[in-house]
């Protein structure tokens, strides 16, 4: 399939996924099935997610064996589809259309107004926020976000309305798929160098994917990010409409009076529309921290750029209440609150950290954190630690190491031994972790466990713990 034409899904036949349980493939399959196009599937281990999508009329197959593949006209992969999988051998000798799970998302938005979300963070997070604000502000949009979204009930879904939000995943390079009318940029920093193999490839990226905006479509990007003020400019010198929005007086959505609220957050927006005079709005969020503050100002800017009401998307983005694994609270007990969160990129783990403070108060953080990808703890190891030195106390557990290899000597020591303090140790073994959270954390204090691995699992067992102690 060529990602420059959109094919209607209805061309595509029997649509069957290869790891369909993933966020990602799983969020594909709802939309697809939701446009009646017969989906099939298979994952290693079955999950709450196939039955969701079983019910929903989908065919589900548990192991993956060639024959799964039988009768397929499409079959998606995943960049972790490996070629030796028994179901992709069998599409390839069966000559089978075989596209990436994006390009299959591409098709699922086919004939809809296209907003694309991308960044190196804040993208989950602002897509979701963008979902809920263009629904209370009436154009019902169909949605595909790599998170579930309690406001909205699941991580994908197909509407009446004109519009589709979808974060654009720029890790292997497939957020080039979606020729969007309106591309939002939240950030550009060096990530993924494990796929584009340096910084000045990762930064061109996102060149190209500017280019993929539709004829008279609008760039959105954060005027505070230098990798993406420097892609506005040059967008700009090509004549493309861009808008931004940022604490730098120059956005023309400008964020101002920027304060902490208990587990929530304050800001005031000021922007004009075109042919009226600057206005300001007050924003209220149940979220905390100024990442949050920046990623709702930039689904504000989208929904402007969209032509919402500015009044409905401050009433919708004042009722968000989080994407999972963004700061999710997972329990109180003992007067201690724990916290989950995705960061795994260092600018990341420095704003998760800044808002955990910011709620903690005059109490303590502790943190526990497990580094994603053995590259990115090699590029990044001393970024980490500095930013892991903003808790009172952090643990770095090993690498989850997911489709990489182990890289000799890259471990979670290689960050802790790098930190200026003595607050950043080396637990390599979880439950060492999670007992000397319980042993240390006091009443009012915050426990905050960060990555993209499976340390998304401790948080209610420490909430467990502190409950039997």
Sequence with gaps: ?????????????????????????????????????????????DSQGLRE???LGATVFV??????????GTVVVSTAIKPTNPELAAAREQDLRVVH??????????????V????THGKTTTSSMATVAFRAAGLDPSWAIGAFVADLGANAGFADGEWFVAEADESDGSFLAYLPEIAV???????????????AEFFASFDRFAETIRPGGTLVVCLDDEGSRNLAERRRQTGEAVLSYGLDRAADVHISDVEARGVGSHCTLTFALAGEDARSLELDLLVPGAHNIADAAAAFTAGVAAGAEPEALIDGLGRFHGSARRFDLKGTARGVRVFDDYAHHPTEVQAALTAAREVAGEHKVHAIFQPHLYSRTREFAAEFAAALELADRAYVLDVFGAREEPIPGVTGHSIAELAASGRVASTPEAEEAIGAVLQSAGAGDLILTIGAGDVTALGPQIVNGLALN
């Design 1 to 45: 399939m060529n990602p420059q034409v959109q094919l209607d899904p209805h061309a595509l036949g029997r649509v069957h996924f290869i790891g369909m349980g993933g966020a990602g493939m799983s969020a594909v399959a709802r939309l697809l099935l939701a446009r009646g196009v017969p989906v099939s599937g298979s994952d290693a281990q």
């Design 53 to 55: 999508l079983e019910e």
């Design 63 to 72: 192991g993956q064996r060639a024959q799964n593949v039988a009768g397929a």
């Design 101 to 114: 799970r994006s390009e299959a998302l591409a098709s699922a938005m086919h004939g809809q107004r296209v």
């Design 116 to 119: 694309a979300v991308a960044g």
């Design 185 to 199: 940029v939240t950030n550009v920093e060096p990530d993924h160098l494990d796929h584009y193999g340096s910084a």
